[in-house]
């Protein structure tokens, strides 16, 4: 990142050479850095430190309590420095600057930054990056100043999170903290949401004690699921900022986050937020058309359906794009009705269940039964009903074969079928009847 170009302090305000106060108070190490930034400070209150290094940052965090104007009064304690030897700043909740100007040796120099209402600002002083630049200062805050949270500690993660697979998680709604050890490097984490809304991974890229802007930057690339495939949202995190990786989920999910860095050895922090989001319960997989067929294993994810998440008509079980009986029920793989089975006697017995399949018969196994004799009648009137009943008997047995014909669904045809067979009996009685009584 290109470096800003600074003024002088005594360009921007008045320029006064006052020692340190006897009773300031001595600035806390390590602060080198916004993740490490000490405070909360307090109204009207002096605070010494020393940089030490020659690219070493001192950062501060203040809280406001409302409208006004937040001022830092600067003093450069050092002698025999380069004439811009130290460079105050005052920045924004993430680090961005707003208001900037560099003090000499021996000499005091402010800033004033007008404020808009309760929030949360950063002092940040440092050496302009010569040999001889830097050393002692102090400074004092004053304005509508008030207490506030510090930064806390980050929870260290393990160096084992290289790809979604090994991802580390879930994640909690705590403060982590982890490396990047070599250039390119990916670290892997993953989170549950427990419902929608809005939610921000803010990461902080803890560059410290290195050129300031080196540009070592960071890119965090949020994923739905545990997969690299689909991305959803990317920043890049630079070096000394809170930066913001904001998404609105719309419902519960799985996501994955990936850190990636372009330079060795670059230790980042970030945390999720909201913290009630998460949960540490694994959501159920993603629906997205609503018909009980999660869309890892349904087959028309986008349309609701019922054979195998796909449309299905006809109710058969073989969705609507390989059925070829669309509107009459059937059985795979087609989805067609099955054909009749055959009959060569005749008698309504498939040939399959006939224990006889070339002789007609009659019930349970489609064989001839043995009649008991019967005396001839000794009048012809006898053989005039027998044949009577023998017409009518086939007449019946054709309409019900007819309707075998004619039968257009499963049910109808099985329906048939069994009348036909009844009636096929009745016939063939019938008919051995005439025989005998006419012979």
Not at 337 to 348: I, S
Request: aromatic share 6%; hydrophobic share 30%.
């Amino acid at each position: 990142m290109p470096r800003n170009r600074w003024v002088l302090a005594a360009a921007l305000g008045t320029v006064l050479a006052l020692p340190a106060p006897a009773s300031a108070v001595p600035a806390p190490e390590p602060n080198d850095g916004i993740q490490q930034a000490k405070g909360p400070l307090q109204h009207n209150t002096v605070y010494t430190g020393n940089i030490a290094t020659q690219y070493e940052d001192d950062w501060f965090v203040v809280h406001d309590s409302g409208a006004g104007t937040l001022k830092i009064d600067v003093t450069n304690s050092s002698v025999n420095q380069c004439s811009d030897g130290l460079r105050m700043r005052i920045a924004d909740a993430d680090g961005g600057t707003l208001k900037n100007g560099a003090v000499a040796s021996g000499n005091t120099g402010s800033l004033s930054q007008p404020l808009n209402g309760v929030g949360t600002y950063h002092v940040r002083l440092n050496g302009t990056g010569g040999t001889n630049c830097g050393g002692n200062y102090s400074f004092k805050p004053t304005g509508p100043i008030t207490t506030g949270p510090v930064p806390g500690a980050a929870e260290g993660t393990p160096n084992t999170g290289r790809a979604p697979a090994s991802a580390i998680g879930p994640l909690e709604g705590k403060l982590y903290g982890g490396r990047i050890d070599s250039s390119s490097e990916a670290d892997w984490f993953f989170f549950y949401t427990n419902g929608g809304g809005s939610f921000d991974v803010v990461i902080t890229n803890s560059a410290v004690n290195t050129p300031f802007d080196d540009g070592c930057t960071l890119e965090a690339g949020l994923f739905a699921r545990a997969s690299d495939d689909n991305r959803l949202v990317r920043i890049s995190a630079y070096d000394n900022r809170h930066n913001h990786l904001r998404y609105d989920g719309p419902a519960p999910a799985h996501y994955s986050l990936r850190i990636v860095g372009d330079c060795a050895n670059d230790d980042y922090r970030f945390r999720v937020e909201p913290a009630s989001i998460l949960t540490s319960t694994a959501p159920p997989p993603p629906d997205g058309d609503g018909d009980g067929f999660h869309d890892d294993v349904d087959r028309c994810a986008t349309v609701p359906g019922t054979a195998d998440g796909c449309p299905d008509a006809d109710g058969d079980g073989v969705a609507d794009s390989s059925d070829r009986c669309r509107t009459t029920a059937g059985v795979p793989p087609d989805g067609c009705p099955p054909p009749a089975q055959p009959d060569r006697d005749r008698d309504g017995f498939a040939d399959g269940a006939d224990r006889c399949p070339t002789v007609a018969g009659v019930a349970p196994d489609g064989c001839p039964r043995a009649a008991a004799p019967t005396p001839r009648p000794t009048v012809s009137a006898a053989c005039t009903r027998a044949r009577a009943r023998r017409d009518r008997a086939k007449a019946s047995y054709d309409r019900a074969r007819a309707k075998v014909r004619r039968a257009r669904t499963i049910r109808s045809l099985r329906r048939w079928s069994r009348v036909r067979a009844k009636r096929r009996t009745a016939y063939v009685a019938a008919r051995v009847r005439a025989r005998r009584l006419c012979a």
